[in-house]
């Protein structure tokens, strides 16, 4: 890969509607600490160090243990380290971040539908939608952990 094609920088309004649809489907979510195990779980599908360090630290920052953050790869191995509703969101960001089957599988979508409300649910859809982008941005341009130079 020739180095322009790393070099390109998020345009400032596409940057700006990503942020802020982020930042809205978090709030809708209510519940910052979980929204950053999906965060993290996305971006360890998608192989985002960027993203990972970011999220990693700011799951910190929430009271996250590195317990869980260290399980959250094998997440549903981790026995009670999770909690169902937690498992739920999980489960529905790795089917949604890893479309191999072309639909998220019914089970794993009235799971979390089961957990959260109607719009909880969609509002963490929203954010597994905004990670995938962040991420698929970030690893085509190859950005580096803490990067700051990469939108205008």
């Not at 094609?5 to 979510?29: C, N």
């Amino acid at each position: 890969m020739s180095l322009a094609a790393r070099e390109f920088r998020i345009p400032k309004q596409v940057y700006l509607s990503l942020a802020g649809l982020g930042a809205a489907a978090k709030r809708g979510l209510g519940d910052p600490v979980l929204a950053e195990l999906v965060m993290v779980r996305a971006s360890q599908l998608n192989h985002c160090a960027f993203c990972l360090d970011m999220h990693l630290a700011a799951a910190r920052e929430g009271g996250e243990s590195e317990e869980r953050l260290g399980l959250l790869a094998a997440w549903e191995e981790a026995g009670e380290a999770f909690t169902g509703r937690e498992r739920a969101a999980l489960a529905l960001t790795e089917a949604v971040t890893v479309l191999t089957e072309g639909f998220v599988p019914d089970a794993v979508y009235e799971s979390a539908a089961a957990h959260f409300t109607e719009a909880q649910l969609a509002h963490l859809i929203a954010a597994i939608t905004v990670i995938n982008s962040w991420n698929r941005l970030m690893v085509t341009r190859r950005t580096a952990p803490g990067e700051t130079e990469w939108h205008s």
